[in-house]
C-alpha cells in the first residue's frame, strides 16, 4: 500500500513471528492520518491480529526509511505493544521527517521463548531512544541506538544461592542493616566478581568465555582494568548499559517501564522501592515483571553493566551496538566508576526511571547486583 501526504511516502508490510505463531490477518493506515510537523511524523497503523488461544499477545513495530533495507528509524511511542486478539488501531510517532521509501513492519508474538533462566530479547535490526532530554545531564542527550543481534538475558537476579556455588566463602553483607526473604539476590557484588562469575558459567556449560585478560584471583579490584570483553563469543557476560535500558523498557518510550505513572500505587506493582520494601532485600519474581517477562529491573538492588561510566558518553556513542566508553574518566585513578542501573530498595521515583543511570567507584560496597546476557550470534 502507497500513500502520500505532505510529503511523507509510507510504504507497509507485514511481519509474522511463524505459521505456527498469532497471525496479522490486516494492516492498513488511513491516508488522513499520517500528519507532518517540523521536528517529527505521526499516523496511526491499524492492525487485526488473530490468535486461536486469545491470550494477550506482543506486537513488535519497526519502521524503515530505506524501504526495508535496515529498520533504523526509531519511534517515539512504544514500539512493543500488548494486545489481544482483534482490531487494533495503535498511533505512532518518529522523529524528524521522511519522505519516500519508509515502510512500517509489526511482528507478532505469543510469548517470548524462554527456558528456565532466560528470556529471549528480540533486538536485532530496533533502534530505539535511549535516554531522557527531561532527565539528568548524564542521561542527555536522547540518542538512537539500534543492534544488530538479539540476545538472552537472565529472567532475574543472580541469587546467592546460584552465586555460592562459585564462590563458596560469599557472605551476605547487609545482615545487620536489611532483612532478607528466600531466593535473595546477590548483594554487594563487586564488578569483578561478576564478570568471574560470567565466565566460570559459560566454561560449566560448555560456551567460550567473553572476558579475557583475566588475572589471578587476587580478590584486588584494581588487577582487572585491562580486561576485554568480546560480546560476539558464545558464552555469557554484563549487558551493555544500552542492552540493560533496552531490555528494562521492553518497547516503552514512557518514563517507567510500565507509563508515567510515578505514584506509589503504580511503582509498588513492580519494584521494591522506598515506599514499601520495608528495608527488606526480596526474592525474585515477587511483583509484576515488564513487557519482555523480566522480573525486578527496577527497584530491589542495583544492577551492573559492562560500562565504564561517562557523563558525556551519549554526546558521542555510537548507534550500532554501542559498548560504552574505551576507558575510564571518572573515579579514581585506581578505582574508576562503572555503570549501575535500575535503582534500590531505598529509591525514590526518579531513580526507577528506565533512563536513570548511576556511577560507582568499582570498590563499592553498595546494593549491586547483575543479570547475565548471552548474545545471539548468527
Not at 566460570?200 to 583475566?214: D, F, H, K, N
Not at 525474585?284 to 513487557?291: G, V, Y
Not at 551519549?314 to 562503572?338: C, L, M, N, T, W
Not at 560496597?365 to 550470534?377: A, E, G, Q
Request: proline fraction near 7%; charge should be negative; include cysteine.
Amino acid at each position: 500500500m502507497r500513500m502520500l501526504i505532505s510529503g511523507l511516502t509510507l510504504w507497509f508490510s507485514i511481519g509474522v513471528a511463524s505459521a505456527a505463531d498469532p497471525v496479522i490477518d490486516y494492516i492498513h493506515v488511513f491516508q488522513d492520518s499520517i500528519k507532518v510537523y517540523d521536528n517529527y511524523c505521526s499516523g496511526i497503523v491499524t492492525v487485526d491480529v488473530q490468535d486461536i488461544d486469545s491470550d494477550s499477545l506482543l506486537l513488535s513495530i519497526q519502521i524503515s526509511s530505506d524501504n526495508g533495507t535496515s529498520w533504523m528509524v526509531p519511534l517515539e511511542t512504544d514500539f512493543f505493544i500488548r494486545a489481544s486478539p482483534g482490531t487494533h488501531e495503535i498511533p505512532f510517532r518518529v522523529p524528524g521527517q521522511y519522505g519516500d521509501n519508509c515502510r512500517i513492519k509489526i511482528a507478532v508474538y505469543d510469548s517470548l521463548p524462554s527456558n528456565n533462566t532466560l528470556r529471549f530479547i528480540p533486538a536485532g535490526g530496533h533502534a530505539f531512544l535511549m535516554g531522557s532530554d527531561e532527565g539528568r545531564p548524564d542521561e542527555r542527550p536522547r540518542h538512537t541506538v539500534a543492534f544488530s543481534h538479539d540476545f538472552w538475558m537472565d529472567t532475574v537476579e543472580i541469587n546467592e544461592d546460584r552465586f555460592k556455588r562459585f564462590k563458596p566463602d560469599y557472605v551476605l553483607q547487609y545482615l545487620n542493616i536489611f532483612h532478607y526473604t528466600l531466593k535473595r539476590p546477590v548483594d554487594n557484588c563487586y564488578w569483578h566478581w561478576a564478570i568471574r562469575y560470567c565466565n566460570w558459567r559459560s566454561e560449566r556449560e560448555g560456551l567460550e568465555p567473553c572476558y579475557t585478560g583475566m588475572p589471578e584471583d587476587t580478590g584486588e579490584y584494581n588487577d582487572y582494568f585491562q580486561v576485554k570483553c568480546n560480546p560476539l563469543k558464545s558464552g555469557y557476560r554484563l549487558p551493555t548499559e544500552a542492552e540493560w535500558e533496552y531490555a528494562c523498557r521492553a518497547g516503552t518510550m514512557t518514563d517507567y517501564f510500565w507509563g508515567n505513572d510515578s505514584s506509589a500505587a503504580a511503582i509498588n506493582k513492580y519494584c521494591w522501592n522506598y515506599y514499601n520494601s520495608k528495608d527488606t532485600i526480596h526474592g525474585p519474581a515477587e511483583l509484576l515483571p515488564n513487557r519482555f517477562g523480566l522480573y525486578d529491573m527496577v527497584g530491589g538492588m542495583l544492577e551492573l553493566c559492562n560500562d565504564w561510566y561517562d557523563t558525556s558518553y551519549y554526546s558521542h556513542s555510537p548507534v550500532i551496538d554501542p559498548q560504552g566508553p574505551a576507558e575510564y574518566k571518572f573515579g579514581k585513578p585506581k578505582d574508576p566508576f562503572r555503570v549501575t542501573r535500575g535503582g534500590h530498595l531505598q529509591s525514590y521515583p526518579e531513580a526507577l526511571r528506565s533512563s536513570s543511570r548511576i556511577g560507582n567507584f568499582s570498590s563499592a560496597l553498595h546494593p549491586h547486583t547483575f543479570r547475565c546476557v548471552r548474545t545471539i550470534l548468527p
